[in-house]
């Protein structure tokens, strides 16, 4: 994929005069404008919205991706150290990497990985629903830059937040929904561990799968799409492009990190828990290369009296996690940089972000407190979901509705319910915490609702 197939569009569009910007200027600046963007600010990362205003919301951890992902590619091109040179040429640009670093979660539905289990168990029958595969649909599809084709990004765009290229059907396996013995209980209620969705892109995106993969050689092009299949859960992508594999990492880092610092400001992880936890793993901090990030320093650092020691130590892990990337072959062959290079910490220290991520998850995000959050949104955004299909003509918005109503002509040959399902579940997906509530008790609230309210 050469300079001039990476900044092509599908739709094209005249550029405006005197506009100085590169194609990628004009990706990050599309994104930052878009609503999906903005609405971030009111969905939730890990911690409800609404108790406090300190720690992280969608838009902050997208932000703080962008800042981590930025500096991965600048250590990369400038660090001086030898075993970049050969890789430099096929970094992102800046502007690049920034645009797909915000857009990483620009299609995570309200209430977090609650809402996704939630739309998934409603859609399963009709393309499922999957985070990523949503901010995909968003950018070349839903985003309103354009009439059809979204915020019409450029082709390497959409190849970096491409995170998982296989489709929901080449994926799924229906014995990973796992179904409930209980039949008299109510639709909402089941496991959210038995209706995860697949990490795929939907179906009826195959075009703009297409698009991206329009220039790569057919060999490339398959070697990269490779799965593998598990007997009891979903088929799993093998491998990610470059690009994506900047973002994914600044991910990791990110919500490892940054997920810690917001539970240790809150009170959720304590020093005891923190020793317990590395009582048998302090030997990660003795591998590291840095000798001055022992366990006793990382420890005083995090537990001290004093909060700007404590944010100053979280700066020194990620310090420490983007300059201990490696840039290596994928391992799938292909003969295109973009698809075969692979961005990751070197061993030792995935090993220690890997283990304080197993702390944050067990003590913070499997908490009872977060997962009754996240429970009740499921079970908002399945009640919302089932009202909204069982008549859509009398309770979506106009505008809505009118996508909904031409769900139907656009679909000669295919499955039209599954096309007027998408709408609604594009509705819903892009609704903030907010709104998905205020609408809800619009409907299911006898002492709430107006004429005159507007949500």
């Not at 908490?367 to 309770?395: A, C, M, N, Y």
Request: glycine share 6%; proline share 4%.
């Amino acid at each position: 994929m050469d300079g001039e197939d990476e900044e092509k569009r599908r739709f094209k569009q005249s550029e405006k005069s005197g506009d100085v910007r590169t194609p990628f200027d004009r990706d990050e600046a599309r994104l930052i404008h878009s609503a999906a963007f903005r609405r971030l600010q009111s969905k939730t990362q890990v911690l409800g919205l609404g108790e406090g205003d300190f720690y992280r919301t969608r838009l902050t951890h997208s932000m703080e991706v962008a800042q981590i992902g930025r500096g991965i590619v600048q250590y990369i091109n400038k660090s001086g150290e030898d075993r970049f040179e050969k890789y430099k040429e096929e970094m992102p640009k800046i502007e690049l990497i920034t645009a797909i670093c915000l857009a990483h979660d620009i299609g995570h539905p309200p209430f977090g990985h609650g809402g996704e289990v939630a739309l998934n168990y409603c859609m399963k029958e009709h393309g499922g629903f999957e985070g990523n595969a949503q901010t995909l649909r968003i950018l070349g599809c839903l985003g309103k830059y354009t009439e059809k084709h979204g915020l019409n990004p450029t082709r390497r765009m959409l190849l970096g937040v491409l995170k998982y290229p296989a489709s929901y059907n080449d994926l799924v396996n229906e014995r990973a929904y796992r179904k409930d013995d209980d039949l008299n209980a109510p639709y909402w209620l089941f496991k959210a561990d038995t209706q995860k969705p697949p990490k795929c892109y939907y179906n009826c995106d195959q075009e703009i799968v297409d698009f991206i993969f329009e220039t790569v050689d057919n060999k490339d092009s398959s070697r990269f799409k490779q799965h593998k299949a598990n007997e009891n859960n979903h088929r799993k992508t093998l491998y990610k492009s470059l690009d994506s594999s900047i973002m994914n990492l600044a991910d990791n880092i990110s919500y490892t990190l940054h997920d810690l610092e917001d539970a240790l400001s809150l009170g959720m992880i304590n020093r005891k828990q923190w020793g317990g936890h590395f009582e048998s793993h302090k030997y990660l901090f003795n591998d590291l290369k840095d000798k001055n990030l022992s366990y006793d320093n990382a420890t005083d650092g995090l537990f001290g009296d004093e909060s700007y020691k404590r944010k100053e130590f979280i700066g020194i892990l990620v310090h420490l996690m983007i300059s201990s990337v490696v840039v290596k072959p994928n391992g799938s062959g292909c003969e295109d940089p973009l698809l075969n290079l692979v961005v990751e910490l070197a061993p030792e220290v995935e090993k220690l972000r890997e283990h304080i991520f197993k702390l944050v998850y067990a003590v913070v995000i499997k908490s009872d407190s977060v997962q009754h959050l996240e429970f009740k949104g499921q079970k908002l955004i399945v009640e919302l979901f089932q009202v909204l299909t069982k008549d859509p003509e009398r309770f979506l918005p106009e505008s809505t509705k009118r996508r909904w109503e031409n769900a139907a002509s656009n679909i000669p040959t295919g499955d039209v319910e599954s096309a007027q399902m998408r709408v609604i579940c594009d509705f819903i997906s892009g609704m903030t915490d907010d709104y998905a509530v205020k609408f809800y008790e619009k409907l299911f609230v006898p002492t709430k609702g107006s004429i005159f309210d507007r949500i």
